[in-house]
């Protein structure tokens, strides 16, 4: 896949030459979402070939049973998992009654292409059969942004060789299976199949969850662009259904498919309406009509651009690679709907089980802030929000009480759904993040109401934590927090991780701040928290308490702060010096290896850093930078995008670069041979943050809006847009100068280089 | 269970009353075994209630597939596990067409013993059927000691209301699984089900292994005495035969099925002649004749108890419970065969594999040592370097190479087969272990050869493994050992751990000292270990460098060694102020919660100041015992008996006997309320220790036999007889005096309370 596989473009993603082994791996690259549903890049005819067939429903997942090798008190019993939705991509398809399968036919002028501006996916080819029999296949598809619950296909043949038969079967199938199960069960209740007139129906439920989905299909064609239509036989099974239709095509002729379908699902309406629904959109989808449908993705989807692009001139990879970040980005989450969120893979695959992490917080934000409107991001806190009851759940599950709150590693629903202990128990720094993401979008937004609102409840909830998971230590005569395992993962049960430490310290400092503030500045609010998280005055002097006293745990001898106590026991080896042979380490190496090595899979230290950059002068940046990036081997996909923005701010462009390369095409020149598996969404998020972070210096501290913008040498100019406050900023950054533009009708102020700037509407100014 | 359930008995284990709740722990309880095989105590008949099915042949053993939630680089692929083998026990009995079941059927009288000085199992009852017909049954079946691959039974009916048919069905059967396969799986193919006149045979392999197994039975029939026969029927099944008769019986007959049977395996004759061997073991069998069999067991147990007895004045449930203790143990291994070991849990449960753990070295090895002749242990030490390569090969997996070796942390062959990565990876203290057990065999038996001979390549290359396992700490100036867990699994993943770090570098001494002593007193075997394990000057000096400058965590402001870094830490409350609620914590606690207290779960520094007990003098063994001891919740059935030698060596007789208490009828009584999974065999030669290294005070160090004999207020006296070089000498102590006679014919020098004494042969002396 690395290098030439992926045909370089400005806004699509192409491929022109059919691989079986790559097959998997473009199903992931070519997926298609629009934040409600999503769709592997499986083909529409039968493929008996290696494939991992996935369509996937926002928000309907699975508690599939645990397993583990040995249990340990306080695992969690299920693990929620994205389910596999039901297929509405198929169609079988015979010519002179010999299945079209391109695993087992001849495969010429294969070409595939992901358009990103318009956001559909085509492909078409030319298949020989064995039967002699050639026909020119092309298909469109798009899951439509405007009407989020329909998909579409066109879907055309033509004979090139002979005259004959051409059957066509579009159907709709939900006896599939995640192949992430763990006991290799369906997850699917099947309860009606159903055709009426010509749309067909499956009613099926989730089993535990419980949720319903209405999966509906109905077809139209049409011959050389003549309408047309044809007696269909229908072949109803127990857990699909498809209508069969039998055309005689002569050489030359054009038959198109348009298949329509939907999901409808229980979250949204009532059980007993859902097919009656998908029947309302499925008539009103075909309507519309295919070409209507195909024109208004374009339209939706130019919105979506005129915010969130980044043009990059002189690198046509660099360019394709930030817009299938941004694309896939966009794909996955749009922000309308709080109950939803960001998977690390998205709608691309199933493993992580497509539920949230705190990427969503350190890294998505971000992206969400600054190319949507507010409501996005604020979304995206309402999440964790609505969940503030189970995390407190959480927390006491793990014998942490008083309405302390612990949010999980890894949720669908707000419970806890991993279970190693290491990472599970301990990995609690994602707790701080919670927090930092509601710092971050009141620094860039000014919506300070949240936290009154909102926030603090999430915030004191989390301050009740750290007061009890740390402990006084007589020996250091600190606070402490021990057994914890970092966001480098290639630590487990570490005392005092700097991060986690610096993190509770700030948030129980931050706690304080703000309950005071709110105490005077929103007596109601106030009253309303306190009587309903039972708080009393004494908590808040604990807090304090804690936070001032919070070890962190620091070497006199290098004047650093070190990752972790005992840190500087290691042998420290730059990652330079390990042979090639041995890496990446996580393949190579046993765990205890890794572990007691001074290897950092992620940001640690610098990851707070990194939240914190306006804590620390740059001497002391730098200093922790080189000590901590040249043992770190970024085995994470969430590594390099925090070296690459702390590089650009230290004037380290060689080293900003090179991280940024490791981010920018993970996916699309699959550098850790995993692509097959699904797309690292979250980590796109971070590409986006090397790119206006980084090189464009983009901070957004003590609610101001700042700049540094700098650029590779091996780039001509770029520019981005945002979103600040509702007005689009346009920055433009050549070789020589930077421009910054307000495209909106009120003015900004912002800082570049550390002076300030006032840009009126409309005007643009040059530095 | 706990309580009055078991009757106390001096030389029996008794049950009086039928429980159907207690049915599985019982068949732990009353299991029988002979070191070749052993069988937990199902019924002969049928039962359709709860019942854990066990019959086990030594070192017969099954790969079964691992199963992890999140597969860590250097997992063993397969976790072997002691294998369920067919069942030879069964007998199908029909009263006038009803099938005898106890639980469907009223059972009277119920009475079962487990004779242990004659070992043999006893079980009576009067069965009422639903039919009216009262019978009276009594089996008794014992596991032969002289004739090793015998088993057999006796089973009498008495109609005691009624005339009629009684149909005897014996039968043998290889349709069984292990109740804790990970994927529920038959473990067993079956070769060939056989019938030749009157007697069956099963030839059956395990699969992956092909151990080859031939089952075979034969039976004998009496009414009242005399030898009857009659007609069989044969019910042959694709995993099992039976052979039917039909008796008609009048009302007090008694009709008693003489049932023999035999396991022959691969592993000691050549497969093909294997169901000849059997045919020949059985006829031979049946010769010698049931009663005859009898009179050899009591024969073969009662020089076992010559050497072994512990007897206990004044205390009849200690007396039982010691006895239990002895007689288990010696069930379940004797020694003959070095290619066996003792599994925790022996022949009486699936629970832990029925594998071999450092169990055997730390606390079983003194038992066989002091009871047995010195071939027994040393064959236990040479198990373990027949195992060498295989530990060489284990430690390349971890990336530790040059012939170091880690051996397993479980094992059945030689591999590890456990899957936590902080006890397979991390515990390596077991390693430690393995030397001391040479290193105490030495000692006791003085048989120094054994070093030259096998030892020292097991020492050395345990040495090569400390010394790449360790680094140097350019922060300590020392050589330091990351990441481990100690014997203390209630911490995993910690930094040098006292007790690791400390057995690692008295490894390393006592490797230099006994490479340098075999060089000058054995120079053919130093060439001969040169040579095999390619043993290079420079890596003696380097043991040395390792060992010289070994860091050993301690804290000048208590002046105690810490049990590993950063203990202090932590909040130090002890047990005593936990609620009883809140215990046992593995049960109440999350994982995390327990890593981060400092509850300890089995001895860790005070195991090592127990190994190495003459390297510390009693103020500083105290102050140890004191700091740990109040923080150990002694969750692992280990615990108790190294506390309460170390309290008994304190003259702290209330702690020593408590603890003593916990571990000596910690099966019989159920503390743990597991007793029905099997019996906590490793921990048996604990309670051993307590009574003969604890209150009885003898130690071996620098090839001296020392005694400090104590007595808890409890008991009148207590005695006990150990083989020592070859000499038998009984110890008897009781409120007021002590005794040590020589029951051999050499003279032996002892210690008492520091004095020297030469016991003449067969003279006391009194103390």
Redesign the interface.
Same mark, same amino acid.
Request: glycine letters at 10%; aromatic letters at 12%; proline letters at 0%.
């Given at each position: 896949m690395k290098n030439n596989y992926i045909i370089p473009d400005e806004w699509s993603i192409i491929e022109n030459t059919f691989d079986k082994q790559k097959v998997t791996a473009s199903e992931s690259i070519f997926s298609i979402g629009n934040g409600y549903m999503g769709q592997r890049a499986n083909f529409e005819e039968d493929y008996s070939g290696d494939s991992l067939q996935g369509s996937y429903i926002g928000g309907i997942y699975y508690p599939d049973k645990?397993?583990?090798?040995?249990w340990?008190?306080?695992y969690p019993e299920y693990f929620a998992k994205v389910l596999n939705a039901p297929n509405w991509i198929g169609i079988h398809i015979k010519i002179n009654g010999e299945i079209l399968d391109l695993n087992t036919t001849d495969v010429k002028d294969f070409y595939r292409e992901l358009n990103m501006k318009e956001a559909w996916l085509k492909r078409s080819f030319t298949a020989v059969l064995s039967n002699g029999n050639a026909v020119q296949i092309e298909s469109l598809r798009l899951l439509s942004m405007q009407h989020k619950e329909v998909g579409a296909i066109r879907y055309s043949i033509k004979p090139l060789n002979f005259s004959g038969q051409i059957e066509i079967s579009p159907y709709i199938d939900s006896g599939i299976k995640n192949q992430d199960a763990n006991y290799d069960e369906y997850f699917w209740k099947i309860l009606k199949v159903q055709e009426v007139e010509d749309e067909a129906f499956i009613l099926s439920e989730t089993l535990k969850t419980g949720f319903v989905v209405c999966t509906g299909m109905k077809n139209k064609f049409s011959l050389n662009g003549e309408e047309v239509s044809a007696e269909k036989h229908v072949e109803k099974l127990e857990k699909s259904i498809a209508f069969q239709y039998k055309f005689e095509v002569k050489q030359g002729d054009e038959l198109t498919l348009f298949k329509y379908a939907t999901y409808m699902q229980s979250m949204n309406y009532p059980v007993e309406e859902l097919c009656q629904v998908a029947r309302n959109t499925l008539q009103n989808a075909t309507k519309i009509g295919f070409d209507r449908l195909l024109e208004l993705q374009k339209e939706s989807w130019q919105k979506i651009w005129e915010t969130a692009d980044i043009q990059i001139e002189g690198d046509v990879k660099a360019q394709q690679g930030i817009r299938f970040n941004i694309f896939q980005l966009n794909q996955t989450y749009t922000g309308e709907d709080a109950r939803l969120n960001i998977g690390p893979k998205g709608f691309t695959g199933e493993k992580y089980g497509g539920s949230t992490y705190w990427d969503t917080e350190a890294y998505c934000i971000p992206f969400y802030m600054a190319t949507k409107n507010k409501k996005v991001a604020k979304n995206l806190l309402l999440y964790r929000y609505h969940q503030l009851d189970k995390a407190i759940e959480n927390a006491e599950?793990?014998?942490i009480k008083n309405g302390a709150a612990l949010y999980p590693m890894v949720t669908m629903n707000g419970e806890e759904c991993h279970?190693?202990?290491e990472i599970t %128990?301990?990995e609690i720094h994602r707790n701080g993040s919670m927090v930092y993401a509601i710092y971050n979008y009141v620094n860039y937004t000014k919506d300070y109401e949240y936290i009154p609102q909102y926030g603090m409840e999430v915030i004191l909830s989390i301050a009740r934590f750290w007061v009890q998971r740390a $402990? %006084?230590?007589? !020996?250091?005569n600190k606070y402490?927090i021990?057994?914890v395992t970092g966001p480098n993962e290639y630590e487990?049960?570490? $005392?005092?991780n700097w991060y986690t430490n610096y993190l509770a310290q700030w948030n129980l400092n931050f706690a304080v701040e703000n309950i005071n503030y709110i105490k005077k500045k929103y007596p109601e609010d106030f009253k309303r928290i306190v009587k309903k998280r039972n708080l009393k005055e004494s908590e808040i002097g604990q807090w304090k308490t804690v936070a001032d006293q919070m070890y962190l745990p620091y070497?006199d001898?290098l004047d650093l702060f070190l990752q972790q106590?005992?840190f500087? !026991?290691?042998?420290i080896i730059p990652v330079s010096q390990l042979p090639a042979s041995e890496r990446p380490i996580?393949?190579?190496?046993?765990?205890?290896?890794?572990?007691?090595s001074c290897y950092i899979k992620q940001a640690d230290v610098l990851q707070g850093m990194f939240f914190f950059e306006n804590h620390f002068d740059d001497k002391t940046l730098e200093k922790h930078f080189d000590f901590y990036e040249p043992i770190t081997v970024h085995e994470s996909s969430l590594s390099p995008c925090v070296h690459s923005i702390i590089a650009s701010k230290l004037d380290k462009p060689d080293k900003a670069y090179e991280m940024y390369l490791r981010t920018s095409r993970l996916d699309l020149d699959d550098y850790n041979h995993e692509v097959d598996e699904g797309l690292h969404i979250t980590s796109m998020a971070g590409t986006w943050m090397s790119i206006v972070q980084g090189f464009g210096g983009l901070r957004n501290f003590d609610y101001k809006l700042s700049f540094a913008p700098k650029i590779p040498k091996e780039w001509k100019a770029y520019s981005y847009k945002i979103n600040y406050r509702g007005a689009i900023l346009q920055v433009y950054k050549s070789q020589t100068e930077a421009k910054f533009t307000n495209l909106s009708d009120v003015s900004v102020q912002i800082e570049v280089f550390d002076k300030t700037y006032v840009l009126e509407p409309q005007k643009m100014v040059r530095i």
């Open positions: 645990t397993r583990v090798g040995w340990k008190n306080g599950k793990l014998g279970n190693e202990w %128990f301990e $402990n %006084f230590s007589n !020996d250091k402490v021990l057994g487990n049960n570490v $005392n005092n070497t001898k106590d005992g500087l !026991d290691k042998e996580n393949q190579k190496w046993s765990w205890d290896r890794i572990l007691r």
